[in-house]
């Protein structure tokens, strides 16, 4: 991260999700910083961030910039008491210019004032400066714990039998958990423990709702780009969309990307002849205490989560092997959503969806491939879905995509263990 104040400034988070971008908004604030999401997608978000863009750039950064911009329309809008959270990443995908183009747009405006913010995937967004260490532990307690509320939700609302009760524990899960991770002055001990509790007591609650859970609900597992596949408002909420068919979905999830990125991180060092360096102790300490931190907050869920295992990265790269040449051939989303594909297959699930933006680089390699890893694997159904804020009549291609993935539900040989 970089190394300007936000003392005085409001920084705000993109909603890439519901639970991630709240809890990393409530790390900001454990640390005495003024944080919160930017304001909720709609459709002015793309009126807005359609009259900056030209079309040639990636939708999710059409989307986080409208909702930046919906921020310079309101009466109290401050540049200078203004921060913009936008994550960035080195390499030839477009995501690395998303930060640059946002501030272009802002000193195009007239707000040179306004600050971006850019932590980079290049040192696995390690931070930087005066709470660093605390500040990077804490932010991985919040990723890891909304990915694991945003799993409960995903496994428990499909077989809810009163609509909404799912959303309304995972909400106030998401609420307490916040509460839980901003407290000011905490040791990382207590804040790590009150973590816990947050967690443990919403896996209760997601257990009193009630439930008809069908077994003959296909598996469907959701990969793609981050952005697309975890933002409701971008992918027209296709998670819902596909529950409604009567079908249960495993999203990629945050955790997933993060611990890519580290394993990047190591990757780039040994390439650098740094295998024995200062820098090589330090990347290997944290992922050790993060692995044993990311193993203490599921502990509770362990029961829940049996055949929901999220996978090691390095599985997720073996598996990708045959078909994209590893890094540094080949990087990012498509090897994660190549490899993921295949360890769904192996986990018994009966489809996967990948949820890209239009023109996505790592969605186009991806679908290329995808016809290749079902043949490959039984002819287990997938799909990608592309989204660019126009509308499509997608309950037609999810209702077919379904019945695909119940007639292979039928007849696959990879049963689900649970
Ligand atoms: S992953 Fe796709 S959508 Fe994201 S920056 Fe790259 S090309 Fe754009």
Redesign the pocket.
């Known amino acids: 991260m970089d190394n300007q104040s936000l003392k005085g400034r409001t920084l705000y988070i993109p909603q890439m999700n519901y639970a991630g971008s709240r809890a990393l908004a409530a790390v900001f604030r454990s640390v005495g910083i003024d944080a919160t999401v930017s304001p909720d997608s709609d459709p002015q978000t793309l009126e807005l961030g359609g009259k900056y863009t030209s079309g040639d750039e ?3 950064e059409k989307v986080t910039l409208g909702d930046f911009l919906k921020l310079t329309e309101m009466e109290d809008f401050k540049p200078e008491e203004t921060a913009l959270f936008m994550a960035t990443a080195n390499g030839p ?3 690395g210019q998303y930060s640059i183009y946002i501030q272009k747009v802002m000193r195009d405006l007239g707000y040179d004032d306004v600050m971006i913010f850019a932590p980079s995937s290049s040192n696995g967004y390690g931070a930087e400066g005066e709470n660093a260490t605390s500040l990077e532990r804490t932010a991985w307690w919040a990723i890891v714990s909304s990915d694991i509320l945003q799993k409960m939700l995903l496994k428990t609302r499909p077989y809810e039998i009163n609509e909404g009760d799912t959303d309304e524990v995972f909400k106030k899960g998401v609420d307490k958990l916040c509460h839980a991770i901003e407290q000011q002055g905490a040791t990382g001990k207590e804040r790590l423990a009150r973590i816990m509790e947050v967690l443990t007591t919403a896996r209760e609650q997601f257990h009193q709702i009630p439930i008809n859970y069908n077994p003959e609900f296909p598996l469907i597992g959701i990969v793609g ?1 981050i ?2 596949r975890l933002n409701n408002f971008s992918n027209d909420n296709l998670i819902r969309r596909i529950e409604k068919f009567g079908a249960e979905t495993w999203l990629s999830d945050i955790t997933e990307w993060v611990w890519y990125t580290k394993v990047e991180h190591i990757r780039r060092l040994r390439e650098a002849r740094k295998r024995f360096s200062k820098d090589m102790l330090i990347a290997k300490i944290k992922n050790s205490f993060q692995k044993s931190d990311e193993h203490k907050l599921l502990k509770p869920f362990e029961e829940d989560f049996r055949g929901y295992e999220e996978p090691e990265v390095s599985e997720l790269l073996d598996y990708n092997e045959p078909y994209l040449p590893c890094p540094p051939g080949a990087g ?2 498509m090897v994660l959503n190549i490899g993921r594909a295949i360890y769904l297959y192996e986990k018994g699930a009966d489809g996967v969806v990948d949820i ?2 239009f ?5 186009i390699v991806s679908e290329a491939l995808y016809p290749r890893v079902s043949r490959d694997h039984e002819g287990i159904p997938i799909r990608t879905f592309y989204f660019d804020g126009t509308q499509l009549d997608l309950d037609r291609d999810i209702g077919i995509f379904i019945e695909l993935a119940r007639n292979y539900k039928r007849k696959k040989s990879k049963k689900r263990k649970t």
């Not at 023109?359 to 969605?363: K, L």
Request: hydrophobic content about 15%.
């Open positions: 990636c939708y999710p995908c477009r995501f780009e952005f697309c990012g989303e890209s933006p023109t996505c680089m790592n969605g």
